[in-house]
């Protein structure tokens, strides 16, 4: 019980891939299936965490100057639309650029909703920036 329970924290932040996991190691030590088939909370944790478990595609927009990474995620783009393949959950889009305060934009990604179009640009000059001017 206590990896469902756990799997049930892991999902109410959006941690959806831990959450998988800790279900699935749940249903491994589970002794009695009907266990997940009768009670009604594992199911809806069943339900939502199968809704969750396939890559989205994202678009990050940028002004082409901006760099645009995610964070924990390997790989940065100055394109002006990188698309990016990301599993359900929140996410922190980082936009840095030189002379300019950097920007994070929490994106949330998940399956059965419109993909989301996240837009990065860095516009507000940094302090460090303009005292040297």
Do not use: W
Request: with cysteine.
């Amino acid at each position: 019980m206590q990896l469902i329970v756990t799997a049930e924290a892991l999902a109410a932040k959006a941690e959806f891939q831990a959450a998988i996991r800790f279900y699935n190691d749940a249903l491994q030590t589970q002794p009695e299936p009907a266990y997940i088939d009768e009670n009604a909370r594992v199911q809806e944790l069943h339900e939502m965490l199968m809704a969750q478990r396939e890559p989205v595609e994202v678009s990050v927009k940028s002004d082409g100057k901006t760099t645009v990474s995610i964070m924990n995620m390997s790989g940065s783009s100055q394109n002006k639309t990188t698309t990016f393949k990301l599993f359900p959950g929140d996410y922190v889009i980082v936009g840095t650029r030189d002379g300019f305060r950097d920007v994070n934009l929490l994106g949330q990604v998940r399956d059965g909703t419109p993909p989301p179009v996240f837009t990065v640009i860095c516009e507000e000059h940094s302090a460090k920036k303009s005292a040297q001017e």
